[in-house]
């Protein structure tokens, strides 16, 4: 059943007085027997095997989405009487004629709740790229009913509809068993784990789920919870899409976030020991205050006195997903939060060969030692922190998805700050974890490149410890430069190292273990201690260094790890065209930068040499006098030879109308290859923001996807899916590559319900993408219905490229050949629409929290 319209806006609105009965219409329109469906009967996708398949496979391989017992995009559009007059009493009665209304959300939904995969694609393809809509959010698809419990109210019942914002996208194959909410089909599908960045609101875009708060029931494989162990949750979450592996048709669908567990085993802002096992540190969120987004700082004070806060901050949150919401109600801490990039383990994914050689180190046991999906909180509580105080909370941090149980686990112990993504690196040791984090820091440091090193217990049967990521298992490192500089861009000669023909050079360098580690307690301490976002930002190393840093800003985005060699990974420097002198002068004349424009950004890549330090502690088990440990007393190494060893050629032309540049760079995956995923999330120079793939061997980028500029001639109101769901003119964002191959093509083991990593690696092709648009359509039409903004998943096939030799490489400014428009034809495209962008119309503070109170409505964080 659907939620009847009364129901659903009385949750967010007082209705007004009802018009008498009966409501004069003296001219009522006559409705055509006929209206025109979305996606018609015609509409298939073809079977999936290789790219040359995809695009020539016969006509029986096709799928049309399951029809949807509510409203179906494949049937005549329709709409009752009765749902007219509720929108007319709500909207129009004792109005004027001239009043405006929503009309979608009001009386017109047979455009909402569609069948997943319905829906038309939202970018345009480049050089040969195929892209196909796979998922667009409204869209729903048949859910287990054992789960209905974390349904949102407000969608069809027993109907899992897709919410927006998509941002990181993982994948996995997996068994059609019954087990993790599959269907008992026996057969394999893809699982790919959505990401949203959003957070709690009050409005009727704000997005509602729940969670389980007893041990035993609501997880995988167990009794749905009593009504009084699901917890009402806001904002941000994990949803799963299970897609046919010959079709790619979205056949079933979740939350995969089940139970949430935070550090809170011991009493609040104490020192958890340095024995304890993570069964004793963490707990089972029963309350929102136990979530990560309610921690509260304890203060030093402008006297030099300290404020200890003994308890977190206890927000108010409605009981019922359909309670009326008071006045100042802030759902922000009612909630997870702002879910930005994402990176998928699978178990001991780096136990493989390449070339018959182990990929990096051992061959056997090297990686995870469970699946699971690191997941990156963006932000977070310290929206107004006190006047000379360090923030009130530690805002954002590092999130871990138990992919076999559906637990949650926040880390605080693995930075605090805004984190834009988290990825696992090869050790090339079996018994060590390493987890490269991007975060943005403390823009009184920067930016700077950071590492957890953590030793797992294989034995232990708690989850974190198993991997290496319990609270006392491990410690942060970070990279200090071989020659003593502090800046990130002197360091690696940016911008002159973005040019085609500049030759690459080792640049030499170790990761060395901050000085500081977390204990339990949030904030400054009088013995000294301190775990806020600028303590851990601008620690310097046990051994006194300072590490390199994006001075002054706080700026940087996603990173992943070499397949090939999988103790080297590479990193989105977003921000690195706003460096900052030591005095806070911006370092260059923004004109001289690359795009003319201060969001010049690069990709940058390192190697460690985790393996040769590591070995040297095989044997030991007890820290010698000066030596680096663990909280637990477990030795890890005092430094790791490390370097940087190439700068992204991002000084060409990717796209119509540009200079040559890489702006603001966000979304990245490193396929095999050597070929790097890359997307923009900027303000669309030339009309679009730019996907594509970055060759190291031949330092060639070529264009692969393109997401429309809010001042592109083709954004307009059906530039956003479903119609009517614009709310503004936005550039949209494409986020979230990933290679789906080995999901889609590997040989499911029925044993495990998965594929061994030798297999994962080997049909991996970087041919099968899959990547998440951004279309930012807010708040309107549709997205009333609790689904935040607009967003799509996307297939896109990738032809075959020979570097050495294509066409399709995007030139260098000296090399480019582009059709200049003609004075009248510039000046035409110069008068299409356009929004003051975001630096003119936000102010933005370098923490990366908006000034303004409603944040969203004018400026979104990213």
């Not at 050089?127 to 407000?154: M, V, Y």
């Not at 871990?400 to 834009?420: F, K, N």
């Not at 040019?499 to 580690?517: C, H, K, N, S």
Request: hydrophobic residues 35%; proline residues 7%.
């Amino acid at each position: 059943m659907l939620y009847s319209l009364p129901a659903l806006l009385l949750a967010f609105a007082s209705q007004p007085e009802p018009c008498p009965e009966p409501i004069v219409c003296p001219t009522c329109p006559v409705l055509p027997e006929e209206a025109t469906c979305q996606a018609g009967d015609g509409r298939r996708r073809l079977a999936l095997a290789s790219t040359n398949e995809y695009l020539t496979a016969p006509r029986d391989h096709v799928f049309t989405p399951e029809h949807m017992s509510n409203p179906s995009a494949y049937e005549p559009a329709r709409q009752t009487c009765a749902m007219v007059k509720t929108g007319y009493d709500m909207h129009c009665c004792n109005a004027s004629a001239e009043e405006p209304f929503n009309p979608v959300s009001t009386i017109t939904d047979f455009n909402c709740f569609v069948e997943a995969g319905a829906h038309i694609v939202h970018a345009e393809g480049f050089s040969g790229a195929k892209i196909d809509s796979l998922l667009t959010a409204s869209e729903c698809t048949h859910h287990d009913p054992l789960f209905n419990w974390q349904l949102s109210p407000r969608h069809p019942e027993g109907d899992f509809c897709y919410v927006g914002s998509f941002d990181g996208l993982n994948a996995m194959p997996i068994l059609g068993n019954g087990m993790m909410q599959t269907m008992a089909t026996g057969k394999s599908y893809m699982r790919t784990f959505i990401n949203t960045e959003i957070r709690g609101q009050v409005g009727a875009q704000s997005a509602q789920w729940a969670i389980s708060t007893s041990e035993d029931k609501g997880g995988f494989g167990e009794l749905p919870p009593a009504p009084e162990d699901i917890l009402i949750m806001h904002g941000a979450m994990e949803q799963f899409a299970d897609l046919d592996r010959e079709t790619l048709e979205v056949v079933n669908g979740g939350q995969t976030v089940k139970k949430v567990f935070t550090a809170r085993g011991f009493p609040y802002n104490t020192v958890i020991p340095p024995t304890a096992t993570s069964e004793a540190a963490y707990t089972i969120v029963k309350k929102h205050s136990d979530l990560h987004i309610n921690v509260k700082n304890s203060l030093k004070n402008p006297d030099g006195t300290y404020t200890v806060v003994t308890e977190p901050n206890e927000p108010f949150c409605p009981a019922s997903p359909l309670d009326p919401v008071p006045e100042g109600t802030d759902l922000r801490f009612c909630g997870l939060y702002g879910h930005c990039g994402s990176k998928i383990s699978y178990k001991h994914e780096y136990s493989y060969t390449v070339d018959g050689v182990p990929a990096y180190g051992a061959a056997e046991g090297v990686g995870s030692e469970d699946e699971f999906v690191l997941v990156a909180q963006e932000g977070g509580a310290s929206f107004n922190p006190p006047a000379g105080s360090s923030p009130s909370a530690p805002t954002g941090t590092v999130q871990i998805l138990d992919v076999r149980r559906g637990h949650w686990y926040q880390l605080p112990h693995l930075s605090v700050g805004t984190i834009e993504m988290a990825f696992t690196i090869s050790t090339g040791h079996p018994d060590y974890i390493a987890i490269g984090i991007e975060d943005y820091g403390d823009s009184s440091c920067g930016s700077g490149w950071t590492v957890w090193l953590g030793k797992k217990d294989k034995t232990s049967p708690h989850f974190l410890d198993r991997n290496g990521l319990g609270i006392n298992q491990g410690r942060l490192y970070r990279f200090v430069a071989a020659n003593g500089e502090t800046d990130m861009a002197t360091f690696v000669n940016w911008p002159a190292s973005g040019a085609f023909e500049y030759p690459q050079v080792d640049l030499p360098g170790t990761l060395e273990p901050i000085d500081a580690m977390f204990d339990g307690r949030y904030g400054e301490f009088e013995d000294g201690y301190e775990w806020t976002r600028p303590s851990t930002n601008c620690a310097m190393t046990v051994s006194g260094k300072t590490p390199l840093r994006m001075t002054g800003v706080s700026k940087q985005e996603w990173g992943g790890t070499n397949p090939d060699k999988p103790n080297q990974w590479a990193i989105a420097e977003t921000g690195l065209g706003n460096t900052k002198t030591t005095d806070g002068e911006p370092k260059w004349d923004k004109s001289t930068l690359p795009l003319g424009s201060d969001r010049a950004s690069t990709l940058i890549f390192l190697e460690a040499e985790f393996k040769a330090a590591l070995d040297a502690l095989d044997g030991v088990a007890v820290l010698s006098t000066g030596g680096v440990a663990s909280r637990n007393g477990s030795p890890l190494p005092e430094s790791i030879s490390a370097k940087v060893y190439h700068v992204m050629a991002d000084q060409v032309v990717m796209g119509p109308q540009r200079e040559a540049g890489l702006s603001y760079v966000d979304s990245l995956y490193w396929g095999k290859g050597d070929n790097v995923f890359f997307a923009e999330d900027s303000n669309a120079p030339g009309g679009y923001n730019i996907a594509g793939i970055y060759n190291l061997e031949t330092r060639k980028t070529v264009t692969i996807a393109g997401a429309i500029g809010d001042d592109n001639v083709k954004f307009n109101n059906v530039a956003n899916v479903p119609a009517g769901s614009i709310d503004r003119r936005s550039d949209q964002e494409l986020t979230g590559w990933f290679d789906a191959s080995a999901s889609l093509t590997c040989d499911v083991d029925a044993s495990t319900g998965t594929c061994s990593p030798q297999e994962m690696y080997d049909t991996q092709t970087s041919k099968h993408m899959i990547l998440n648009n951004q279309m930012k359509g807010y708040g309107e039409g549709c997205m009333d219905y609790g689904f935040y903004y607009t967003a799509q998943m996307m297939y896109i096939a990738i032809p075959e490229f020979d570097w050495a030799t294509t066409t399709l490489a995007a030139p260098t400014p000296e090399g480019s050949r582009r059709r200049k428009l003609e004075l009248a034809e510039k000046k035409k495209f110069e008068k299409q629409p356009r929004r003051r962008k975001l630096f003119e119309e936000c102010t933005e503070d370098l923490e990366g929290a908006w000034t303004d109170d409603d944040e969203f409505q004018e400026c979104q964080l990213h």
